[in-house]
């Protein structure tokens, strides 16, 4: 089967072409803009049966980042497995605000600490440790196949963070910080976009009292996670903004703000402990 006739048999299984064209690029190790003026290039019979089995799969709904082992997420190249959730290019956004806080504050602290709670595949870690190689970050999970991705991604790009295994600030119990990050599970329990999810780890979207009860969590024991002046910054779900301001603000945080993503949902919240 060669490049061509791999893509009709992607159109024929009803998969998306630019999927099938990423499939194509990850098998014979080759950017997707090379697959172009490559038709007539043949997959060996490994190459062919992965290929067909990669189809059948993501026509029965697997995400493509769990096929191939990887996904992009702020310019790095991430590995992930089912145990963590695919990162999403609307958690760039709290990378972007992360970046912000941190170039205004490096004029005066050279190493700013800075956690990540619910690390998953270390993406928002890893980002930032990327863009801003003075900070000296951690990651925390609760989840070992979790920390191990993290910690293999960490290697494989050769950026250097600290891992904290534990449940949320416990994890760090005694430490104090400039900034903290996360991207928690805010998924009320039952809502109907789970369906689509159900190949991502159930434990990483979904929290009780309708979404809230990792986010309250996070906010409560920030107080005294965080430097005077330290700041928080979490992703949540487009309606729990006014929920998440009014706990900031019952935790003695101010300046606080909530940021909408590219599609224009609310998505981010942040402020700042006084
Ligand atoms: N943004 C994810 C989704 O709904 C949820 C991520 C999360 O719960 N942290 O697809």
Redesign the pocket.
Known sequence: MNLAQALVSARTSGVERLDAQLMLAHLLGQPRSWLVAHDEVALSAVQSTQYAQWLERRRAGEPLAYLLGQTEFCGLVLQVAPQV?IP?P??ELLVEWALEVLHARSTSITEPSVVDL?CGSGAIALAVRHRCPAALVTAVDASTPALDITRRNACALGLPITLAPGDWWAAVAGQRFHLALS?????APGDP?LA??RH?PHG????AEH?LSDLHRLIDGAPRALLPGGWLLL???HDQGPAVRQRLQQAGFSGVETRCDLAGLARCTGARIG
């Open positions: 959730l999403r609307e958690t619910g991207n928690p599970p805010y998924v976009h689509a999810l991502e990483a979207l979904v929290a979404g992703e949540h779900g």
